[in-house]
């Protein structure tokens, strides 16, 4: 049995996301737990991407939040159509203070900022590929009780 050891130093900021993002993140996830969803943010794919939330509600529907804190954070990012595949519903969402009007249409809109969010345009579901969902459910699932048990014993991956 290795010996553990028993200090280790606090976490480390994950450094992707801007203090507005971080804010909208809460608000959304705040919203989203109110309606009965289980929330994840960062959230990677198989495919590779990291969504910003993904949600997935008790009747098992699938939702992605893409967070855009500013104009220039939307028009520097190109691979949020990537996630149409891999939910029922897309949503962006967005601080108080942007102009709505430049998010696409054909996704749903949230306005959040920390202590909550509210959603202004709701998008048409998607019906999600039985086997995707399955998969993703699964991979939600595991990376839910991987973040749970590291929060409860941080040193398990060391030993």
Request: aromatic letters at 8%; glycine letters at 6%; proline letters at 6%.
């Amino acid at each position: 049995m290795k010996r553990m050891d028993r200090t280790h130093p606090a976490p480390r900021p994950d450094g992707r996301q801007s203090a507005t993002a971080l804010t909208i993140q809460r608000g959304v996830a705040r919203l989203l737990r109110a309606s009965s969803f289980a929330v994840l943010p960062e959230f990677t794919l198989a495919s590779g991407r990291r969504a910003d939330i993904v949600a997935i509600s008790d009747s098992g529907e699938i939702w992605i939040v893409e967070i855009k804190s500013s104009p220039q954070d939307f028009h520097s990012d190109a691979k949020w159509p990537e996630y149409r595949g891999w939910c029922d519903r897309l949503f962006f969402a967005i601080p108080a203070g942007m102009a709505p009007e430049i998010m696409p249409a054909g996704a749903g809109l949230i306005i959040a900022d920390s202590w909550g969010a509210d959603i202004v345009r709701h998008t048409q579901a998607m019906s999600l590929h039985a086997s995707r969902r399955k998969a993703l459910t699964l991979a939600f699932a595991r990376a839910a009780a991987l973040r749970l048990h590291g929060l409860y014993d941080p040193l398990a991956k060391s030993l």
